[in-house]
Structure formats: C-alpha cells, structure tokens
C-alpha cells in the first residue's frame, strides 16, 4: 500500500496537468476558429485519465472534472458536464481494462468516443427541446470532433508521463 502522500502527490500533479489544459483550451484553442468552429478539449480529458487509471479514480476525476466544467462552460443544461463525463470516463475504463491497452489507439478511440457522447448529448437534449436542425448540428458536432482530437498529440503524453510515474497501484 502507497502512502497517501503519494496518492495525494500524484492526483495533484494530474490536477495541475489539467489545469494546464483549461489554459491552453481558453488562452489558445479557444481562439483558434477552424470553418467558424473551436476545438473543445474538455471531454477528451476524462476518458484519457481513466483509460489509464480505471473506473473508480477515472470517475472520480471525471466527476470532479464536470463540477468544475459545469461552472466554467455553458451546457444544454445544469450538470450536463459532470454527468456526461462521468458516463466517459466509466466507459473509457472498460474499453482501456478490456479492449485496448492504453496508449495512442486507445486514447484517440476513447476520445472520439468522448466528443461523440458530448455532442450526442447536446444534440438530443436540443431535439427534445423542439430543435430540428439536425443535419446542421451533425455538421458542427462532426467539425468540432476532427479540429479537437488532434490536441490529443498534447494530451496524451503529459498525462501518460503522470499516469508511468506513478504507475504502483494502490
């Protein structure tokens, strides 16, 4: 059993990784327009933390992950984020645990999954809404997908550097 000082050390560093990210997302991608879209990197984070941690930390991160982005991003409504993520980041365990071993193909499959989810969600809660514009909102979903996932080649490494280091389990 690790000490809870490592334990503690090591989701630290994964929150100032993190943080990083939030910057790069609103100082540079967030300005970044690609055929009037900007990538958004947020759903992609969860589901890379736990194809490396698991279930029960990816979960935990990616609930976290949402409170905070449910403060800080306008969503299809309150909690979209922390549930959306959550539902990630249990998915990107299982995928990660079964069918891929973490690293590259299995981060750029769980991240696409992630952008999948999050603007299936915000697709289907506009639907339910009465918008019918659904053609335009797979357009969108579909750009905003391929102009975010190569942000993973940033993602990816900082987070497989963290997750190596502190590889024990505990």
């Known amino acids: ?16 990784a993190t943080f990083l990210f939030f910057v790069l997302q609103y100082l540079v991608l967030g300005q970044i327009r690609v055929l009037g879209l900007t990538p958004f990197l947020y759903p992609i984070l ?19 992950l949402g409170l905070i ?14 549930l959306i993520f959550t539902f990630i980041a249990l998915l990107s365990a299982l995928i990660g645990e079964n ?11 769980v991240s696409a999954l992630a952008m999948l989810l999050t603007n299936g969600g915000r697709i289907l809660v506009e639907l339910l809404t009465g918008n019918t514009h659904l053609m335009l909102m797979g357009r969108i979903a579909l750009g905003e997908t391929l102009i975010t996932l190569p942000a993973l080649l940033v ?9 190596l280091r502190c590889a024990s389990d505990y």
């Open 46 to 64: 969860p589901a890379v933390v736990a194809s490396y941690e698991g279930p029960r930390r990816g979960a935990v991160f990616a609930l976290i």
């Open 99 to 109: 069918l891929l071993s973490p690293g590259f193909l299995c981060a750029l499959t």
């Open 1 to 16: 059993m690790l000490p809870k000082s490592y334990i503690v050390l090591k989701w630290t560093v994964y929150a100032l």
């Open 155 to 163: 993602v990816l490494p900082l987070y497989r550097v963290i997750h």
């Open 69 to 82: 982005c449910d403060q800080l991003v306008v969503g299809p409504f309150e909690g979209f984020y922390t």
